[in-house]
């Protein structure tokens, strides 16, 4: 079964600790460290987008970079699924018109008059 970013302490006993806008914290994962290292520093610098340059981060900062960061992902998510469509889409008429073009070729050996000697 393939790792989670989040599981319960039943399912790992490996703890993380992770450090974002300067604040630690400890996780258990059965993901690779170095992904919730990754992870952690994209919360970070979205934190730090949503914070005013020189201020202190405040608390409604994690919320506002979690909104971001899943608007993001939801905005993602809808320009992949358009992606797929149009992909699907033009496979599916690309597909016809071969078969539209292959079409005379299966029926011509069938109304070929057959030679029999």
Do not use: W
């Not at 970070?44 to 202190?56: F, L, S, Y």
């Not at 909104?67 to 809808?78: F, N, P, Y």
């Not at 992909?87 to 070929?112: S, V, Y």
């Amino acid at each position: 079964m393939p790792s989670t970013i989040c599981d319960t302490v039943a399912d790992v006993g490996r703890t993380v600790e992770l450090r974002i806008a300067g604040n630690s914290y400890r996780v258990v994962s059965s993901a690779a460290e170095a992904d919730l290292q990754r992870l952690a520093q994209m919360v970070g610098a979205k934190i730090a987008e949503v914070t005013p340059r020189g201020r202190p981060v405040q608390p409604q900062a994690m919320l506002l970079a979690a909104i971001a960061l899943a608007h993001e992902l939801e905005s993602e998510r809808a320009d992949r699924e358009s992606l797929e469509k149009r992909t699907r889409d033009f496979l599916q008429r690309a597909l016809a018109r071969i078969d539209d073009a292959l079409e005379p070729m299966a029926e011509a050996p069938e109304n070929a008059p057959s030679s029999v000697e």
